[in-house]
Nanobody, 125 residues
Framework: QVQLVESGGGSVQAGGSLRLSCAGSGRTFSSYVMGWFRRAPGKERGFVAYISVSGGSTYYADSVKGRFTISRDNVKNTVYLQMNSLKPEDTGVYYC??????????????????WGQGTQVTVSS
């Protein structure tokens, strides 16, 4: 069982930056692939990024590639999402999720077992 709590959301102007954190509980945090998803207003939850168990591999949605960076600290049981050059279309509720090994591909929400409650990110033009 893994419990996830996101933080770091807020309101920024276009071009600004935010860093989201997702703190996990449980000794098995380091055995999960970790992903970030977002739900834009009026849209379904969409993939943003994921990171492998070791942190050595990352994968991004085309819309955020080059602007967002996902990372993890398995000692602190925390995964991060550094978001730079934010755009109004990045607005939404951001969720972190934990997915077990061998359930790829990890850009599908259904392949994750545990979810946080979400944190709101609002980017104004």
């Amino acid at each position: 069982q893994v419990q996830l709590v996101e933080s770091g959301g807020g309101s920024v102007q276009a071009g600004g930056s935010l860093r989201l954190s997702c703190a996990g509980s449980g000794r098995t945090f380091s055995s999960y692939v970790m992903g970030w998803f977002r739900r834009a207003p009026g849209k379904e939850r969409g993939f943003v990024a994921y990171i492998s168990v070791s942190g050595g591999s990352t994968y991004y949605a085309d819309s955020v590639k080059g602007r967002f960076t996902i990372s993890r600290d398995n000692v602190k049981n925390t995964v991060y999402l550094q978001m730079n050059s934010l755009k109004p279309e990045d607005t939404g509720v951001y969720y972190c999720a934990a997915g077990p090994l061998y359930r790829a591909p990890y850009y599908f929400p259904k392949n994750y077992d545990y979810w946080g409650q979400g944190t709101q990110v609002t980017v104004s033009s």
